[in-house]
Every structure is written in C-alpha cells, then in structure tokens.
C-alpha cells in the first residue's frame, strides 16, 4: 500500500469485527447475563383458551405469584395511529379478566431457580369460562361476530384499520381494458423464529432505585420509553441495554408484555429476575405475522399494459396491538406499497387489518412485501399467459424507468435499475437454455419450471415516510400518543490517544454494523477499522435512537456516522494545518496522521487528540478541548430493487419441490461491505425459502396452536437451501448520503413469489398455479391428484 | 432445567441395571441415546422419577453375526449401523437405513434398541424389525424372554416390553444373496421422522418372487406389514407393472391418519411413489 494514498475500506469484503467472539462461544446473549447472577426465575402462566372469562387463579401457598390484581399503578400499553380509520385497544401486562389468545401472559410464578419456577408452573390453577372466539378473518368482520375487544368500531366489527385510496381516473381506466386478470394469493401465519427466543433479565440497584434490564431487542430505547410508560417512572430509572441478541427478524422490535413484567416484579420485590422464554412460549406469544390473503384486479390493455390495479387486502392481526408501529404495519405497508416496481397508472386499494383470537402480529423481515410481491408476480405471469405475451416482455413493459416516480400511493420512488436487474437475472438464469431442458423434463415426464419476481424495496425510511401512516386529526394536541419513529444520531468521539468511539442509537443484532460504520468513518478518517469501535445498544451509552429494522440501519445510521466522521476529519484537518501551515483542504488523513499534501509534513492523529485535551492552551481556535461530533440523519427514504429467479423440479408422485438454481440480481446502491450485503440476502431468501415451501403457524378448530415445536414448524435447514447465485448492480441514489441503500429484506421479499411462479410454471402442463404459500408437499400433490382426476374424467367422457 | 424433577442413575453393569429398575420399575425409565426421551421430558409430556443411565454397561454394543441371523445389541449407536461392513443385503438395508435416522449427532448418540424400544412407527429401525420379523431380547431380575416383532409393536409408543424388563438385543435373519432389499421414505426436511416410509425385502429367484416382504411407516400406529403387497408379489414373475400393482394394493389396504403433514389420501399417495422407489432399490443390481 503506499502511503500516500487514502486507503478505502468502503466497497471491502472485510470480514465482520464481531465474528471472532461470537464463533468462539464468547457471546454475551440475556441468559449468559442471568447464569452469572443468583437471581430469581419468573415463568408465566398463559392462557389455555383462545377467548374466555378469568374466574380463578389459585396456588398453593408456597408458589410466589403475581397476577394483574398486584401489579397496582401499572398501564397497559398502547400504540396508536392517528387516523380516522384507526381503532386503538389496550394490552394488559397480564390479563385483566379476559383472555384472548392461547398463549396470552395471565400471571408470573417466581421461583429461586429456572426449574423450580418451572414445577410451581405446574401447581397454578387458572379456571377460565369459555367465550366464542373469532378465528378467521372472515369470521371476525361477519354482522353480529364475537368482539375481540370491547371498543367502538365505526365498520365492520373487529376492523381495526381500514385504509383505502381510490384515484380520481381508476374507473375510467378499469372500465376501458381489454383484459382484466383476478387472482387471490396468500400467506400462512408465520413466526419470524429468532434462534434465541425472548429474554429479560432485570436488575435493581437498592442504593439508586435504578432498575437494569438485559433483554434480546432491537429498539432499546424504545423499549424503555415504553417500560417507563407502563411502570410511571422516569426514563432515567431504567437502563436497558440489549447484549448480543440471537437474531431479531422484527421480532423483537415491539415491546413485550414480559419484559414489563420481569422489571415491575424485580422493582416490587427488590431482587434481581430473570426469564428465559422456551421455544414453545416464542411459538405461542411471541409475535406472529403475515396471515393475509389479497383479492387482486388487474386492468390490461392487449399488448400488456398494466392501466389499472384494484386489491382488497386483508391481514389477520391477532387479538392485540403491537407497539410502537402498531397493527396497522401490515395493511398500510401493503396499502401503500403494493404496486411495487410497477408504472401501475390508476390503483383502487381497500386494506384492512382485523383482530381475532390468535397471537398478535408484529413486523417479520418483508413485513407485507412477500405477499405483495407476489400478488403482482403471480398477477404478471397470469396476465402473460391470458394475454399471449412472454412473461419478461410485459414485465419490461411494466417496469418504472424513469425516476424519481411518483406512485399512485404518493410515494417518491427514487433511482432505481429494475430493468437491468431483471435483463442481468434472465440473462444469467439463460431462458432459452432452460426452455429446452423443460421441453426435454417434460417428455420425460418431469416437471420443471422457472419463476421470476421482480421487486422495489422501501429502505432506509426516517420521521417523513413514517409520519405519512398517521392522517392527523388533532395535531398539537395531547390526546393521541403517537409514536414516529425515523430519525438516528451518532455521537463520534476521539480519545486523547487517538481512538475512536462511535456511539449510535441503533442496536444491530447481526446485521454486522459494528464493522461497516468502522469502514464507513474510516474512509474520512484515515484509520484502520479496528481502531473504531461502535457502542450500541445500552441507554446510559448511547444517544436516543430507534434501532434496527426496516433495512435502514445502513442508510440512516450509516448516514449519521459519515455526517459525524465528516466533522471530525475537517476538525483533524484543522488542527494540522495549524502544526503543518498551509490550509486545512490541504491535509490529508492517511494511515492515523494527518499529511499535508504539498510538504509532505505530518502530525499523528493521537498527538493532535492528545493536545485538544492536555494541553488545551494548544487549541488554535479557541474551539472545544473535546474532538467530539454528533452526526443526524433523517431521510425520506430510497427504494433498493432486485430481480430473483428460481428454478425448481416438482415430484409430481410426493408434491416435493427441489429448489435446483437461485439467482439474486440485486441494487443495494453502493456496497459498503459485499460480504455483509451477500450474507442478508443468503438468510432473506432462506427465510423466503421458508415462506414459500415450509414454514406455517396452525391453529385447529379450537384456536390452540398446534404448532408449538420445531418438529412441527420448519424453518428450512441447510441441506434444503439452494446454492444461491447473486449479481450487483449499484446505482447510486442521492436519497442516501453513503450512496447505500438497505438489503436486509429483500431476499425475504422476493424468494417466495419466484418460487411460487417456479412451481406454477412447472406445473403449466396440469393447469396448476400456486397463489398461496407455504406450497407444501401435501398441497401441491393434491392439487396434481385433482387435475389428474379431472383430466381422467374428461377422458372417460370422451 | 425443563423436565420435572428426577433421580438419576447410573449403573455399571446389567445386573445392577435390572436391580435398579426393579426398585420402581412403573416410575422409571431407561435412558441409551436420549434421542426421544429427552426432549419428551423436556416438554413434560413424560415425567419418569429416576433415569436408568445404561451407557456404563459393558458389553452393550455391538453386531454378532451367525450362520442363520445377526445379532445386534441394543446400546448400539445408529452411526455403527451406518459404517458397518456387514455385507449382503441385510447390511445393504442397515446402512441404507441408518443414514436416514435424525441428523449425524443423532446418530453418534441415539441407538438401535433404544429406538425399537420407543416404538415410533416412522422409526428406520422399527420398520426393519418389522419387515425382518426380527426377535426382541428382553432381560429382568425374573429372567430373558425372546418376543417376536408382531408381538412386540403393540400400539403406539407402546411395545410388549414389561416395565422391569430391559431391551437387551436384537436378533435379525441373515437374508442370502436372492434377496434385495430397500427403504425408501419421505420427510419435509433432511433429517425429519418421515411422514410416510418404505422398507422392503424380496427374495427373487430366476425371476420370480420367493419371498415378499413390505413395511409401511407413518401410516398406523405400528410399523404396518402390507399382506396386500406382500401376497400380490408372491410367487409372480419380477416385472415393473407388479412393483406398481403391489404399492396399489399397499395403498389401499393402509388406513392412515390426517394430520397437519398430510391427511389420509396424501399419505395413500406417498405409499404409492414410495414402495416403487424402495423396490426399484431393491431389485437395481
């Protein structure tokens, strides 16, 4: 390397900073915190009966327990948004009277060790009378059903959010197609499945009255503003740090009723508590998501032009509202984004969110995304088919070109390449190649096919995008307790010695931003990036952020980062050039000193970090003895893009589907680490992957769960993951100050509807096209008994 | 910890095990691999008061193989099984067999009787005992019995094996060189108890069927013997049509259950793509 010029790490395929400790077992996760403290166990008792009257809770004497009637001065939590559509419920800590969901927290038994409160489990007693329970959707909105909640719904009953946008031309649009294309897709319930379920560990500090809580999150902050909330103390009463966490997915961005209740119980009773969730509790209670099903009308003209889009969107939100972004993530994120990619011209969308007696939702990686992107890629190969036009072309015709483009929704779509994604995915799946390899399958009497999905996704999104959820009624008023989440600070410090700490609001949970915001500030600072080391996650260490998720850590926080490192290295630049002469635009910051470009002359970094602070008389400019800046960054958001193709063999005798070729063509804007950006999309389209042929959460006849075991729900192993096959393209928006766009979805969103359009190309020869997910093997070779019995039928009668 | 609360054991010989288990033989289990037991106990579902650890034992493990039968003893571990050099078409069937059962740590750990004992009807090794007509050795403080494998699957998890009595091994016919043997199964993931298997032996000389022998998992409560399949085989000419006309036969003679894996028709399906694929293994050369 020479050494004069500035070495770049952004664009570097480093590996990641925090893989060393956690590959050799020295994680730190919320049950590591609690096998080191001689705390009490808490385990919860939770509800037997999806919808019921609680007429007893009983224990023997000797089993600690706390119900709701002893968690006095404690407030449920409430998120809200501001809209008239929008109806607002209430969660408990622990149910009051009512339950609503198998699963629902009812009482805490506290115990001296995890398997002593495990046996006292045993010896509690709830008596819940049965209540009729909603358990569809359908069920739920029909005249005269059962309310989840006893509230006002101005619709139909149990409607909780009820969107709608009608364009001014949509029904001269609609009325002059030549072709209207209807489909109905949808998706099971599914669990986003963290490897670690949930955890909190709470302990109280008697000499303060501070309570500490370890718990497995992705929005610490938010977390403790929402504790605080329910407990009526003050913020700073309440640290919460998040240790390393074993996977989130979304899941563990909303606030759980447990977590409130492990840090009111250590309050009451001044002891430290811990609660470790088993698999079987994450299964139950710990969020769902993605139970929708979307009615879909496209308006064609003969040569494939999508005019017109109608849908009616309904999602299937659990019996309680999640906090902060509240039920209505689902049925506004479809409403708003389900034209996608697409130059739809006019769009009627009805989107609706309805509570029933399951489990509540809450974001999981794509949130709506893999059920829309499959609405529009199913409705895309269908139109294809009925209209005669080869399913690339009237995508290509479809496709947004120009940019910014503003959707029928509102939103701004900025620079994009779907496109050129899409022309670098055919062209490396080969079509034509696969074509005669089908051809020669099918002579063979084997069924292979070829899907593609083509998708925008919605990244980096700060307070403008989040407020447009909200349709303000009462603004300036105190009434509704909104919550906007959006903006991310950094707080970026040198350290008399020259190293430097980047203390940021959001929480990374293996999305691997301790190395990339070290690449990204780096690059301003002319350092190595192990000399960086980021602080996240911790209240009393960071400044007040919203965390991870949304695929916008990169972009915002990123954004913050490089703001903060930008007015760090001009105040390095600045201290030089006071030693050096000439003008700060004149030094370079190279390999830690600071270089002035024309005499060569140079300064290390720590002798002008170690003068700002001892020998403050040296501080030219009357500035600061700190070399410390905060970077903010708010963005509107940027939509990333990717085109993916799967190719799949279906046993027709066993309804298997082999997923044999995967090819991701993938804009994430500039790559700060490709390495990082490969390995989002290897585990989003695993997750697809599980969304498309495995994974779904059951309820039986009775509202119980019955999938409570990885026996029985099945995320996808290695051995059932394709090789997968990826091409960057990288268009530089300057929607994103670090020319990034965010990945951690994406692979999530788009697998699903390529696979389902795999196998319904596979199946073309037997009239089979597969619009809901998960494709199971018992499905898929039901539906081929089906069309065979039916051409056996037509062959009889011929 | 997650099972209820437990005395554990760990004797060093047989004699001392049967002791041990004799004491409160109703509220005591034996634990091998664990493979089955433990998570059983982890989710309550059993609730045993003492565990009789039987992995001190000497002389536990291990295949004895005889002039007419193969012996094996019930500690060993599936991984033996699937590295096994015993030739013929019975350690064809073992081997094939075991690199289906669990995932590679499974196997290291779990064992053969262990896993005939549990009595799981989508079990590898309980479909062989049944297809082979294997003889189960059962030792107590009272005495050895032998049991034949169709009394010894009783219902499910259920085996004729007494609560003081353990499994002590297995005894398995030595198939000669005529036969052929497969096992086919389907299972949502690599690794997965199957939702429906196949296993299968057929004795063909000079091209007809001598011997037929068929074991259906995952569609009854007990490894399944299809009478169907087996006597449409018997005595006719080996041809393709008759592997289909006897996975015809098998699937309509089962009578399986539904559950969230698949209801009765698609477990009928799979028994017809099923019993061609074991058989098209058994009789390929």
């Known amino acids: 390397m020479n050494m004069s010029e500035p070495q770049t790490w952004t664009g570097q395929a480093l590996p990641r900073l925090e893989d060393p400790a956690i590959l050799r077992g020295w994680g730190n996760y919320v049950a590591d915190v609690a096998s080191r403290d001689s705390c009490l166990h808490v385990r919860f008792v939770r509800s037997n009966q999806p919808s019921g009257r609680i007429l007893s809770i009983t224990a023997p004497p000797h089993v600690k327990l706390f119900t709701a009637a002893d968690l006095t001065g404690v407030s449920p939590i409430r998120a809200v948004l501001e809209r008239p559509d929008f109806v607002a419920v209430d969660t408990p800590i622990l149910a009051t009277d009512l339950v609503r969901f198998v699963g629902e927290p009812i009482a805490v038994v506290v115990a001296s060790t995890e398997a002593e409160a495990e046996d006292a489990l045993d010896l509690v007693v709830v008596d819940i009378e049965p209540l009729p329970a909603v358990l569809s959707a359908d069920q739920a909105i029909a005249s005269g059903a059962p309310l989840v909640h006893d509230v006002e719904f101005p619709g139909d009953p149990n409607t909780v959010v009820d969107g709608r946008i009608h364009t001014p031309g949509f029904d001269e649009a609609f009325a002059r197609a030549d072709k209207i294309v209807t489909i109905q897709v949808g998706s099971a319930r599914q669990s986003a499945m963290p490897l670690e379920a949930r955890a909190a560990h709470a302990a109280y500090d008697r000499s303060s009255g501070r309570s500490t809580l370890h718990a497995t999150l992705q929005m610490p902050h938010m977390t403790r503003t929402g504790i605080a909330d329910c407990l009526g103390i003050a913020e700073d009463d309440l640290r919460v740090i998040a240790p390393d966490v074993g996977g989130g997915f979304g899941a563990k961005m909303t606030l759980a009723r447990e977590d409130v209740a492990v840090v009111f119980i250590s309050r009451a009773m001044r002891r430290n508590i811990a609660w470790i969730e088993t698999r079987e509790e994450n299964f139950m209670a710990s969020w769902h998501s993605r139970e929708q099903v979307y009615d879909v009308e496209g308006a064609f003209t003969a040569s494939g032009e999508l005019i017109a889009l109608r849908g009616d969107l309904m999602c299937d939100v659990g019996a309680y509202c999640c906090y902060p972004v509240t039920y209505g993530v689902e049925p506004l994120m479809a409403m708003a984004e389900l034209p996608g990619p697409y130059r739809v011209g006019e769009y009627s969308v009805r989107s609706r969110g309805v509570i029933t007696n399951k489990c509540p939702i809450a974001p999981y990686r794509g949130v709506s995304r893999p059920v829309q992107v499959l609405a529009m890629e199913r409705l895309m190969d269908v139109a294809a088919a009925e209209l005669g036009i080869d399913r690339v072309v009237i995508r290509l015709k479809n496709l947004i070109t120009e940019f910014p483009h503003r959707s029928p929704s509102g939103l701004v779509l900025d620079q994009a390449s779907h496109t050129e994604t899409l022309l670098a995915a055919t062209e490396l799946a080969d079509l034509s190649d696969f074509a005669t390899r089908q051809a020669a399958a099918r002579a063979d009497g084997r069924y292979l096919g070829l899907g593609i999905s083509c998708f925008a996704e919605r990244t980096g999104y700060g307070t403008p995008a989040l407020a447009m959820r909200s349709q303000p009624i009462t603004l300036g008023l105190e009434t509704a307790p909104t919550i906007t989440p959006g903006f991310e600070r950094v707080i970026l410090a040198m350290d008399p010695s020259g190293g430097v700490t980047l203390r940021i609001g959001a929480s990374p949970h293996g999305q691997g931003l301790k190395t990339t915001l070290a690449q990204l500030v780096c690059d301003q600072l002319g350092l190595e990036p192990q000399a960086v080391r980021v602080i996240a996650s911790d209240t009393d260490a960071t400044p007040y952020g919203w965390g991870s998720f949304a695929s916008r850590a990169m972009v915002i926080a990123g954004g913050a980062s490089l703001l903060a490192s930008r007015d760090l290295a001009e105040r390095l630049r600045v201290l030089a050039a006071d030693r050096l002469g000439g003008l700060a635009s004149d030094i370079d910051l190279i390999q830690g000193s600071a270089i002035r470009r024309d005499t060569g002359g140079q300064v290390a970094l720590s002798t002008l970090a170690r003068d700002t602070y001892h020998n403050a008389q040296l501080i030219p400019d009357k500035g600061e003895p700190a070399l410390e800046f905060t970077g903010v960054y708010d963005p509107t958001g940027t939509f990333a893009n990717a085109c993916h193709i799967a190719e799949v063999e279906v046993d027709s005798e066993t309804g298997a589907v082999d997923i044999t070729r995967f090819l991701v063509a993938e804009d994430a804007g500039l790559l700060v680490n490709p390495a990082i950006v490969d390995g989002q999309i290897h585990g989003g389209v695993a997750q697809g992957v599980a969304n498309a042929l495995y994974e779904e959460l059951i309820y039986d006849d009775r509202g119980i769960l019955i999938t409570t075991s990885l026996m029985d729900y099945l995320p996808p192993t290695v051995a059932e993951m394709p090789h997968i096959e990826i091409a960057h393209l990288q268009t530089i928006s300057p929607q994103s100050i670090t020319g990034a766009k965010g990945v951690g979805e994406g692979g999530t969103i788009g697998a699903p509807a390529a696979i389902a359009n795999a196998i319904s190309d596979a199946l073309s020869p037997l009239g089979i096209g597969v619009f809901h997910l998960p494709a199971t093997p018992h499905r898929i070779r039901t539906a081929i008994r089906a069309a065979q019995n039916r051409t056996a039928q037509e062959e009889a009668i011929a | ?285």
């Open chain 2, 1 to 285: 910890m997650k099972p209820s609360p437990f005395e554990y054991v760990r004797p060093a010989s047989l004699e001392e095990a049967l002791t041990e288990l004799a004491r409160d033989p109703d509220e005591s289990k034996v634990l091998a691999g664990g493979q089955s037991l433990i998570p059983m106990m982890n989710f309550r579902l059993a609730r045993p008061e003492r565990l009789i650890d039987i992995n001190d034992i000497p002389d536990f493990a291990g295949v004895t193989v005889g002039d007419t039968s193969v012996n094996i003893k019930a500690r060993t571990r599936h991984l033996a099984l699937q590295n096994s050099s015993l030739s013929g078409p019975l350690g064809d069937l073992l081997r094939r067999s075991a690199v289906q059962v669990g995932h590679l740590p499974i196997r290291t750990r779990g064992t053969f009787g262990g896993s005939i004992a549990h009595c799981d009807a989508a079990s590898e090794w309980c479909l062989v005992a049944s297809l082979l007509d294997a003889e189960m050795t059962v030792e107590s403080l009272r005495g050895e019995r032998t049991i034949p494998a169709s009394e010894f699957f009783q219902a499910i998890f259920t085996t004729a094996i007494e609560s003081d009595e353990i499994l002590t091994s297995i005894s398995l016919p030595a198939l000669d060189g005529n036969y052929r043997t497969g096992i086919a199964e389907f299972a949502r993931r690599a690794g997965d108890f199957a939702i429906v298997a196949a296993t299968a032996a057929v004795q063909v000389v000079d091209g007809t069927v001598r011997d037929a022998r068929v074991s259906l998992g995952g569609v009854s409560e007990i490894p399944f013997r299809s009478a169907a399949a087996e006597s449409t085989m018997l005595g006719q000419p080996w041809s393709a049509e008759l592997v289909r006309a006897a996975a015809e036969a098998a699937a309509l003679e089962v009578d399986p259950s539904s559950d969230s894996h698949g209801d009765a028709a698609y477990r009928r399906d799979l028994v017809r793509a099923l019993l061609p694929r074991a058989l098209g293994e058994a009789v390929s050369p």
